[in-house]
């Protein structure tokens, strides 16, 4: 197993550079799944799966919105109460998108984690990685690990919540520090599919990622890109688990050709 102090040797000049490197993982993902089509058959289920948990979520998303219309709308009248059924659509808009998010990751952890760690561990075969360095993650820690992140989740999000309650700068600061940890969530998920498979427990993949938070914050950045993208995100987000996998290793192995041209 690697260890996390030796991973400094490589990093693209500049954070945002980094940042951008991490963004791309999903495009490079699809990249090396076009080189390699068999690895397609592992993300089958993760997205019929995701299929279900968008359905689910929007069809979540569309009872509040008709609650809102049918329900609270008729009880405001006046200037005033117009002002306040604004304020209050723009609450329950944040309320429902953050429940949205950790639905979908809540769903994302019990259900599909078990099918990207193989996704990863497969993507790790092709490129040419001994199997003896691979580890088989039992799955009840798998969703265990990934569950944990879902509360944390929640925890940020209803704390943030409150922020939108204080007049003209509450929203300012609260929906960039939302955005800030949501990205940051995503990609300790994302990018713990490929540092699981290689034998890092929870604490270990914590101290990966805090090292290399500028390309963490990319891939989570566009994994939440795809999950805003109904139907069509979830077919991509195997890239990104991928493109996850190649990020490990411009981290961990500079000086190895990705992705493998000859194999």
């Known amino acids: ?25 999903p495009l490079r993902g699809f990249g090396l ?12 289920w993760p997205f019929v799966l995701n299929i279900f948990i968008t359905a689910l ?30 304020l209050s ?4 808009l944040i ?21 990207y760690e193989r996704l990863a561990k497969a993507t790790e075969l092709k490129l040419g990685t001994p199997a003896h360095e691979l580890i088989e993650v039992p799955l009840w820690a798998s969703i265990r690990d990934s569950l944990r992140d879902v509360l944390g989740l929640i925890v940020i999000n209803v704390g943030l919540l409150f922020l939108h309650f204080i007049p003209f700068v509450g929203s300012v600061v609260a929906l960039p520090l939302s955005v800030y940890f949501n990205c940051l969530i995503f990609g300790r998920d994302f990018f713990g599919f490929v540092l699981v498979v290689h034998g890092m427990r929870r604490a270990q993949r914590m101290v990966f990622t805090r090292e290399y938070r500028a390309q963490t914050m ?3 950045a566009s994994v939440l890109l795809l999950a805003l ?10 890239c990104a688990v991928c493109g996850a996998v ?10 190895r050709d990705r992705p493998l041209a000859t194999r």
Request: glycine share 8%; aromatic share 14%.
């Open 1 to 25: 197993m690697p260890q996390v102090a030796s991973n400094k040797i490589t990093r693209p000049a500049g954070k945002i550079a980094r940042f951008f490197q991490g963004l791309s993982a």
């Open 33 to 44: 799944l076009s080189r390699f089509p068999l690895l397609w058959r592992y993300a089958f």
């Open 57 to 86: 979520v929007l069809a979540m998303m569309f009872a509040s919105a008709s609650y809102f219309v049918y329900h609270i709308h008729p009880r405001f009248a006046g200037i005033w109460g117009r002002t306040l059924e604004v």
């Open 89 to 92: 659509a723009i609450g329950l």
């Open 95 to 115: 309320l429902v998108v953050g429940m949205a998010l950790v639905s979908w990751l809540a769903l994302q952890a019990v259900l599909c984690s078990y099918f």
């Open 218 to 220: 990319g891939i989570g």
């Open 229 to 238: 993208i109904p139907f069509v995100g979830p077919l991509l987000l195997p």
């Open 246 to 255: 190649l990020q490990y290793h411009d981290i961990t192995d500079p000086l």
